[in-house]
Antibody, heavy 121, light 108 residues
Framework: QVQLVESGGGLAKPGGSLRLSCAAS????????MTWVRQAPGKGLEWVCF?????????MYSDSVKGRFTISRDNAKNSLYLQMNSLRAEDTAVYYC?????????????WGQGVLVTVSS | EIVLTQSPGTLSLSPGEGATLSCRAS???????LAWYQQKPGQAPRLLIY???SRATGIPDRFSGSGSGTDFTLTISRLEPEDFAVYYC?????????FGQGTDLEIK
């Protein structure tokens, strides 16, 4: 069955860095676009970024993270990553990785359980 | 940038009643790339509807989506106890791919 498991969250200082990982299993990882979505405590969902499948040829970011966050993938390891630099307090959130549903448009049919990132001094 | 506005913010209904949730876009959503997600406390979101009106795999037929352009609706025909949750619309018509702020469907 499809599984997505995030790791790498924790406490970081403002201006610091963290790297999130998402381990995928149960499907042919390289065939799927993958996305990061976050949710600040008690708030709604925010799309963060996505990366296309096998060649990572298409990458897009929300304006709120552009220039600070980098999404990448290692298809040989069935893993998705989010390198987060220059962290701010407003980056505090649960971060979910999600798989694209492989239909026209970008839809997220499987999600990980989420990992909490807290940015505080 | 397309902004999605959901209404109402909170909807109080009883099991067995019908629910109508609205999602309005500030600009037309190209190709009706509009989805609805359900999220329960402490859980990841679940895809309900994609392409404005197609049900995702395993979603009961009491959930239906409709609309096009800038106005979209999620309808739940007969509320079951497990349907009380927060619902988000999301567009992927053109980046950035925003979510609406959510509608909290609560038990009356």
């Amino acid at each position: 069955q499809v599984q997505l498991v995030e790791s790498g969250g924790g406490l970081a200082k403002p201006g610091g860095s963290l790297r999130l990982s998402c381990a995928a299993s149960g499907f042919t990882f390289r065939d799927y676009y993958m996305t990061w979505v976050r949710q600040a405590p008690g708030k709604g969902l925010e799309w963060v970024c996505f990366v296309s499948g096998s060649s990572s040829s298409t990458i897009m970011y929300s304006d709120s993270v552009k220039g600070r966050f980098t999404i990448s993938r290692d298809n040989a390891k069935n893993s998705l990553y989010l390198q987060m630099n220059s962290l701010r307090a407003e980056d505090t959130a649960v971060y979910y990785c999600a798989r694209d549903a492989l239909v026209d448009g970008l839809y997220f049919d499987y999600w990980g359980q989420g990992v909490l990132v807290t940015v505080s001094s | 940038e397309i902004v999605l506005t959901q209404s109402p913010g909170t909807l109080s209904l009883s099991p067995g009643e019908g629910a109508t949730l609205s999602c309005r876009a500030s600009q037309s959503v190209s190709s009706n790339y509009l989805a609805w997600y359900q999220q329960k406390p402490g859980q990841a979101p679940r895809l309900l509807i994609y392409g404005a009106s197609s049900r995702a795999t395993g979603i009961p037929d009491r959930f239906s989506g409709s609309g096009s352009g800038t106005d979209f609706t999620l309808t739940i025909s007969r509320l079951e106890p497990e349907d009380f949750a927060v619902y988000y619309c999301h567009h992927s018509g053109s980046p950035p791919y925003a979510f609406g702020q959510g509608t909290d469907l609560e038990i009356k």
